[in-house]
């Protein structure tokens, strides 16, 4: 007897409910850190779809509790999220036939997790389809959106001190430093802005230190990333090519 074809929802939820789960316990600390940094119920609810992404999040609360400018929390939170612009690239070669429509509403609620689910169904499961893709995205996001506003709802009756909600962002920004770290470039280049930063901040006295340290030590460490693929490429690369494009080395 043949088995019965899931729903493609259904099919999406099973795929998308381990992600969904790993999300009440970090929304609902994060809806209790916005809590205390001035957000009601409806103001986490649009970031949270707004802004899908819990380390923009965390750091909206710390830029606040330093008293960052509008200004300043933008851009930081622009150039965390600025990853996406790779993520999205690895994941453009299944859309290729997908309308610019259905592209932005993809986009828009997109994140780490649910593009590793969705990359790795698409890369073994050739009856994923776009629908099922914006499925996943559309329930993790629902998952993430509603421990948010349950985490705002205990803030509002749960004391957090402010000193450990400190000490927990700090945690969890160096945690997601370490977590990247794949070279000693990498290692370099966040040694760099964080020495950086802290001299601005003493030069400026505001955040935009924050934003100078990123953008000068992301620029040094792509300027050496640079130079070294360059010099592979010389030293790797063939002496020429003939006329129907074969390498042709000198011996």
Not at 107 to 125: G, R
Not at 157 to 179: C, Q, R, S, Y
Request: hydrophobic share 50%; glycine share 8%; charged share 15%.
């Amino acid at each position: 007897m043949p088995v019965k074809k899931r729903t493609p929802w259904l099919e999406a939820l099973y795929a998308a409910l381990p992600l969904c789960l790993s999300y009440i316990p970090v929304g609902l600390a994060c809806g209790m850190l916005l809590q205390k940094a001035g957000f009601n119920i409806l103001l986490t609810a649009l970031l949270s779809m707004l802004v899908f992404s819990g380390g923009a999040q965390f750091l909206v609360v710390s830029m606040i509790s330093v008293h960052a400018s509008f200004v300043s929390t933008i851009l930081m939170v622009f150039f965390l999220e600025l990853r996406y612009a790779l993520l999205g690239s690895s994941l453009s070669q299944f859309f290729k036939k997908e309308k610019r429509s259905f592209i932005a509403l993809f986009s828009q609620s997109m994140n780490d997790e649910n593009y590793a689910v969705n990359y790795l169904k698409y890369s073994t499961d050739p009856d994923w389809n776009r629908k099922k893709a914006l499925y996943v995205n559309w329930f993790s996001m629902a998952s993430w959106t509603g421990s948010t506003v349950l985490g705002t709802i205990f803030g509002s009756v749960i004391h957090v001190d402010t000193e450990l909600v400190h000490f927990a962002l700090t945690a969890m920004f160096i945690f997601m430093f370490m977590m990247q770290l794949s070279n000693g470039l990498l290692l370099a280049t966040g040694l760099l802005s964080g020495g950086l930063a802290v001299i601005f901040m003493l030069v400026f006295k505001n955040t935009f230190g924050l934003i100078l340290a990123t953008l000068l030590a992301s620029f040094a460490g792509y300027l050496i990333e640079r130079i070294r693929k360059t010099a592979d490429t010389k030293n790797d690369g063939p002496d020429h090519y003939d006329l129907t494009g074969g390498e042709v080395h000198h011996e």
